[in-house]
């Protein structure tokens, strides 16, 4: 076993923190002189590979003009950034995050190519969202044209806005995601871990069991009501920017939306024939949300 030997370790560790330092401090040649100096004295750590394979890629791209590369060739670079050395950051510890946004931002600022829908991971706005540059990422994502309703657009917008703004500013956004891409929802709340969002999912799916997630923001209105103040102007803005999408009528979970606010705003008033109507109209757009609408007015009302 293994005996701590105060001078030995205590030496491993500073050499061990030495190249940790010089790597985050993007230097090439005092990383490499750091890393020969701690294989000499241990070359049996587990994280000689690690500080290799990020000694590496700064070597190779710290001075690299990434503006030279085609959309083919970011593709791979990005490849290699995310599946080699995105994993070995985490042995730079808390310095780790700067070492990897200093690239990400880099390749943010040279993909000015346009936006590509089958590849969508090569677009600014998805290297800014990497780099955590939420304002730039979500100026990227505003300048996608011709796919308002793409699920990448979407999902930028989405997680922008959130990160920027939190959770109620961004309601419209996510909603906007549920009604054009509702298998790309939970994925969604997933990487926006809001613990009032999952809990209100996992609410929904046990209300609504046969109804995917475009009808979550219909359900959600029925049960946080006061929260459509502001969603309104918002959703009205995103909405319009889509008018060349799918109409409402085509989306029913989007229909039902608009019928909803309407129904909630008639009921201040009392029981009338319009109310009656427009519940009529609801019920024939899905009879299962109707149910669970009316399930809530009973206990309501009870």
Not at 160 to 181: C, D, E, N, P, Q
Not at 223 to 245: N, T, Y
Not at 278 to 301: K, P
Request: net charge negative; with cysteine.
């Amino acid at each position: 076993m293994h005996q701590l030997d105060i001078f030995l370790d205590s030496h491993e560790v500073t050499l061990a923190n030495e190249a940790i330092a010089a790597l985050s401090a993007l230097d090439s040649e005092r990383a490499a002189r750091a890393i020969d100096c701690l294989r000499a004295a241990a070359p049996e750590r587990s994280d000689l590979p690690c500080l290799d394979k990020l000694h590496d890629f700064l070597s190779l791209f710290q001075s690299a003009d990434f503006a030279a590369l085609d959309p083919d060739a970011v593709e791979v670079v990005v490849e290699v950034f995310s599946d080699r050395v995105v994993p070995c950051a985490r042995v730079l510890g808390d310095a780790g995050k700067g070492f990897l946004t200093f690239f990400w931002l880099r390749l943010a600022r040279a993909a000015s190519a346009p936006f590509d829908p089958e590849r969508p991971q090569l677009h600014a706005a998805e290297l800014f969202l990497r780099a955590e540059a939420y304002e730039a990422a979500e100026e990227a994502a505003s300048g996608v044209v011709g796919q308002p309703t793409h699920r990448a657009v979407l999902r930028w917008q989405a997680i922008t806005r959130y990160r920027r703004a939190g959770r109620r500013a961004a309601l419209s956004k996510i909603f906007v995601l549920a009604w054009h891409a509702p298998d790309a929802f939970a994925d969604l709340l997933a990487e926006l871990d809001d613990r009032q969002l999952a809990k209100e999912w996992v609410a929904f799916e046990a209300d609504v069991e046969d109804l995917d997630a475009s009808w979550f923001p219909v359900w959600h209105l029925l049960h946080q009501p006061a929260s459509a103040a502001a969603v309104d102007v918002d959703l009205a803005d995103a909405l319009a920017q889509q008018a060349e999408g799918a109409a409402t009528e085509s989306i029913p979970a989007l229909h039902a939306y608009r019928l909803l606010a309407r129904i909630l705003d008639l009921e201040k008033g009392g029981h009338s024939a319009k109310l009656v109507a427009l519940r009529a109209r609801l019920q024939a757009i899905d009879a299962g949300f109707f149910t669970a609408y009316m399930r809530s007015r009973d206990v309501r009302y009870r």
